[in-house]
């Protein structure tokens, strides 16, 4: 009997060649997998599903993942306002480990003999598919063509080509994958230090000029409504806001980042509904949050939203700080209301019944309700009590 091999497919040009590389060349009984978070609609899942019957493969499946992507990943990426180098919201790198994660089960549920994907040597995909695959599935073996036979691209086509492979081989200029929690476009600009992608090479373009309010209700930190619609789910919300936002043209950027193979990267990526959500959630959390609670999550946020990056989400210190996350959404519930333009946008305020901003307490530079100046003088004397001991001290002994 053949050997079995998952492929996680996407029907590009790279995975196209694993199935004809591994069931032609290698003998392998090929079973393709596509896992969505987000970025097919239901007419390029259907194109994807012919293109691996087509291929040949032994049997194809799809799985949605858009919800249990957001239940186990985004929501703590929102939780913790994670920005990778306070720009990327980690679009892909968080896509990767959803996809990886479903991909090691369904090799486990074939009890299949390898697992393949088509991530080249240069770039972040392989460590975080192959360290997933060697944890979940230990001991199976891990097959990567591309990576393993140092194939450029003419040679993989030229390779299809004799297996009477009929597709459309033109190159696209940009290079783009989309989900839920953002896009990212990478093209010739990119390669580069220096260079913005142009107007044409973001998918969403620009039609709205407009100014347009929208407002996002948040409980416990999910969104649940956006301008009081409800969604059953806050994945549904997410897609929704990106429809009324992407056309304005809000949150574009250039990531540039440290790979996990020690080069620098630069990949473009627009993610308005992402950075509406992070920001709006962060403004609502300002107001709601202690100091401490706000510089706690800071840093364990960051540290979460590195190490997702790097592929260790199955670190068991992870779930630590997701707990501690979740434990800090208690009262993150309100309303935030923000302004949309033509490429930028513009927070405009909170409202929650949780706002520690409250009148009755004071009103900041303006009238205190909560204590006397007598004990603002004497707050002020213990309160800078130890450096003062440590001036008079240096002065007893320094004589100045």
């Not at 940009?174 to 044409?200: A, D, F, Q």
Request: glycine share 10%; charged share 25%; aromatic share 10%.
């Amino acid at each position: 009997m053949k050997k079995k091999v998952v492929l996680a497919f996407s029907g590009g040009l790279d995975t196209s060649y694993c199935v004809k590389y591994l069931g032609e060349e290698k003998g392998y009984e090929v079973h393709t997998i596509t896992v969505n978070t987000g970025g097919f609609d239901a007419k390029e899942i259907q194109e994807i599903e012919t293109r691996a019957k087509n291929l040949g493969v032994a049997s194809h499946k799809t799985v949605d993942e858009t919800k249990n992507y957001y239940d186990k990943v985004i929501r703590y990426l929102i939780y913790g306002n994670a920005l990778k180098n306070n720009t990327y919201p980690l679009s892909v790198s968080a896509e990767r480990m959803s996809q990886a994660l479903a991909v090691a089960i369904y090799a486990k549920e074939l009890k299949a003999d390898a697992v393949a994907h088509g991530s080249t040597g240069a770039g972040n995909d392989q460590v975080r598919f192959d360290m997933i695959l060697n944890i979940l599935v230990p001991g199976i073996e891990i097959i990567t063509p591309i990576r393993e036979l140092k194939l450029s691209r003419e040679e993989e086509i030229a390779f299809l080509k004799s297996k009477g492979v009929s597709m459309n081989f033109e190159k696209a200029m940009y290079s783009i994958n989309k989900g839920l929690w953002g896009t990212s476009v990478g093209g010739k600009e990119t390669l580069k230090s220096l260079g913005m992608l142009p107007e044409e090479a973001w998918p969403t373009q620009v039609t709205k000029t407009a100014p347009e309010t929208v407002k996002l209700t948040f409980v416990k930190g999910e969104l649940t409504k956006v301008n009081d619609k409800a969604f059953g789910h806050p994945s549904e919300a997410i897609q929704y806001l990106q429809q009324i936002a992407g056309p304005f043209g809000v949150g574009r950027d250039i990531h540039v980042g440290d790979t996990i193979i020690g080069i620098k990267g630069r990949v473009g990526f627009e993610a308005a509904a992402p950075m509406l959500v992070l920001k709006g959630h962060h403004a609502l959390e300002k107001h709601v949050l202690t100091k401490w609670q706000l510089s706690w999550k800071d840093q364990l946020a960051q540290f979460y939203g590195n190490w997702l990056h790097e592929g260790q989400y199955l670190d068991p210190i992870m779930r630590d700080i997701e707990a501690f996350l979740t434990s800090s959404q208690e009262h993150v519930t309100g309303d935030v209301h923000i302004q949309l333009y033509p490429y930028r946008f513009q927070v405009l305020g909170i409202e929650s019944a949780y706002d520690l901003m409250s009148s009755k307490f004071g009103k900041y530079g303006e009238m205190n309700l909560g204590w006397t100046g007598d004990d603002v003088k004497g707050f002020t004397k213990i309160f800078g009590n130890q450096a003062a001991i440590f001036h008079q001290v240096k002065e007893d002994v320094d004589g100045q």
